[in-house]
Structures are given as C-alpha cells and as structure tokens.
C-alpha cells in the first residue's frame, strides 16, 4: 500500500479528482487534464503495482446479494443495446447521472464503454449481455483510449461500493474511495482473474471512487452503490 499511497499522492489525487472540479471541467479542459502542458497533473510513471492479497484473503469474492439498500445505485449496463467493439461506441460519461453516478477517465476522452458480450472478453461471472470495458491498446474514433483509471463521481455521499471485475489475464485490481475532501478513506487490491470477483469499498462520505488496473483488458460489471 505504500507505493499505491505514494503514486495516489494527495496533491495527484487532487489535481485529478478534486472536489473543486466540476464535471464538465474535467472533460472541456484537456490541459488541465493530463495533457502535455499539464504533465504536472497527469499521474506519476506507473509504479510496480502493490502486492495483490493472497486468495484465500478475498473475502468480496462471492457476487454482491441480491438484496439491496433502499435509494442504492444498481447498474448492470444491460437497459442499453451495445455495439461488439469499441470504435462503434464512445467512453461512458452521464448516461447513468439520473441514477447518481457520472463516469470520466483520467484524459477527456479516456475510460471505459459499455460493449456486449460479442467482444469476446474471454471472462465469465457478469451479467448478460453488457458489461464496462477497457482495453488500454485501443483507441476511440474520437481520441483517448479505452483504458484505466475510471472515475464514478456519486451525486450524493455513498457507504458501500461494490463492483465485480475480470481480465482474462494478470494484473491487479485497485479500487480507492474519496470523500468530498478528496481524502482517501477506504481502497481495496486484489488479484485479477478471468471469473467476476467483487471488490468492494465501505467508509462514511464516499463521493468518488477511482479503480486502476496493470492488466491492458479489464471488464467491470455490476455496480453497486448504497
Ligand atoms: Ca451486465
């Protein structure tokens, strides 16, 4: 966690994800973004990825019940109709806004897409047919890549945020929470695998939740948000 705690500085995390931005800052504003005059604000060289728990400590490893709390955001990207690849399809953003979440990358145009099951993930445990997708080699029509960190900014403060996610290779997958001062209060790590595992975060105040991974394709699925 030291190096996670080193690369998710607080001044990086604020530059990125701070309370002050709005969301349409973050996507008009690719200088202050990331870009190349705003290197300053673009994430640190990528760090060695801290040392994923064994497995018999996943204890989120079952899919969230079925069961939720009243006023949660549940999201399962399946009340759309997606296209198999992601040059048919542009990174997520405010289509689930009403629900209570918003969607950015760390880059204007970067982050995932909802896709269907027909690109061919090679991972299984999510619910069918959509699902959140990454895959960090390709890029949109439009610019930016199709690549981790995800942003979800909560329109009111969350306790419980759980999500399931694969790749069908290696990696580690981190999931840190925010509360509205841009403190982290709440992260998770584990190891990737091509079944769904359910990571989740729990802490008072949550308004932002970033997850990252070293694995160049990632599928997430499933959100919960209570
Ligand atoms: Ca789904």
């Avoid at 966690?1 to 002050?20: C, E, Q, R, Y």
């Avoid at 969301?23 to 994923?52: I, Y």
């Avoid at 969607?103 to 099951?117: S, T």
Wanted: glycine content about 8%; aromatic content about 8%; overall charge negative.
């Amino acid at each position: 966690m030291l190096v996670l705690a080193k690369w998710l500085s607080a001044a990086v995390i604020a530059a990125i994800v701070g309370p002050s931005q709005t969301l349409t800052d973050d996507v008009a504003t690719p200088t202050t973004r990331g870009g190349v005059a705003g290197a300053a604000l673009d994430f640190p060289a990528a760090p060695a990825f801290p040392a994923a728990p064994a497995p018999a400590s996943l204890a989120h490893a079952a899919k969230g019940s079925a069961g939720h709390a009243k006023g949660a955001i549940v999201l399962d990207f399946d009340d759309v109709s997606a296209p198999c690849n992601f040059v048919q399809t542009t990174p997520l953003r405010t289509e689930y806004a009403a629900a209570g979440v918003s969607f950015l990358g760390r880059k204007p145009m970067d982050g995932g897409a909802i896709l269907d099951e027909c690109s061919n993930f090679s991972v299984s445990g999510y619910s069918s047919p959509n699902f959140l997708a990454f895959n960090s080699a390709v890029s949109y029509v439009a610019g930016g890549l199709a690549t981790t960190p995800e942003i979800l900014r909560f329109a009111s403060p969350r306790s419980h945020v759980e999500l399931g996610f694969a790749s069908p290779f290696a990696g580690t997958f981190v999931m840190v929470a925010y509360n509205a001062n841009g403190t982290v209060i709440a992260s998770t790590s584990m190891a990737m695998s091509s079944v769904m595992q359910t990571a989740t975060v729990q802490a008072t105040g949550i308004v932002r939740v970033v997850f990252y991974t070293n694995s160049s394709w990632l599928v997430v699925d499933d959100l919960v948000a209570s």
